[in-house]
């Protein structure tokens, strides 16, 4: 399995940002994928994630922010940010996993967003939001 995440850099407050994680073909049509972040000192938290039936789970605190999405045609899986802010400067990171826990609602399995539900993880790019 392989994940290769690019598109960080900087940005200031109230930008936008895109990052991009580039999946191996066999884990893009059988695996859930997820984009995750840790800031210096802090866990790792989860951001979004995309159940194999594309299924979305987004961190509530982010949602309306932050957009995960896929282009199936270049098996790549984006993170679209929009009016961040300084606290959302961390090492951003893609995740994989072919069968994580899900939570069944209104006829939808929604990935959890938890660390330990995803066994594959990309090197991480960096995020920084300047004032």
């Known amino acids: 399995v392989q994940l290769v995440e690019s598109g960080g850099g900087s940005v200031q407050a109230g930008g936008s940002l895109s990052v991009s994680c580039t999946v191996s073909r066999r884990t893009y049509s059988t695996f859930c994928m997820g984009w995750f972040r840790q800031a210096p000192g802090k866990s790792r938290e989860g951001v979004a994630a995309?159940?194999?039936?594309?299924?979305?789970s987004h961190a509530r605190s982010l949602k309306g922010r932050f957009t995960i999405s896929t282009d199936n045609s270049k098996k790549t899986l984006y993170l679209q940010m929009n009016s961040v802010k300084v606290e959302d400067t961390a090492m951003y990171y893609c995740?994989?996993?072919?069968?994580?826990?899900?939570?069944?609602?209104?006829?939808?399995?929604?990935?959890?967003?938890?660390?330990?539900?995803?066994?594959?993880w990309g090197q991480g790019t960096q995020v920084t939001v300047s004032s």
């Open positions: 995309m159940n194999r039936d594309g299924t979305l």
């Open positions: 995740a994989a996993e072919s069968s994580p826990t899900t939570i069944w609602e209104g006829g939808k399995s929604f990935p959890l967003l938890l660390e330990a539900e995803f066994g594959f």
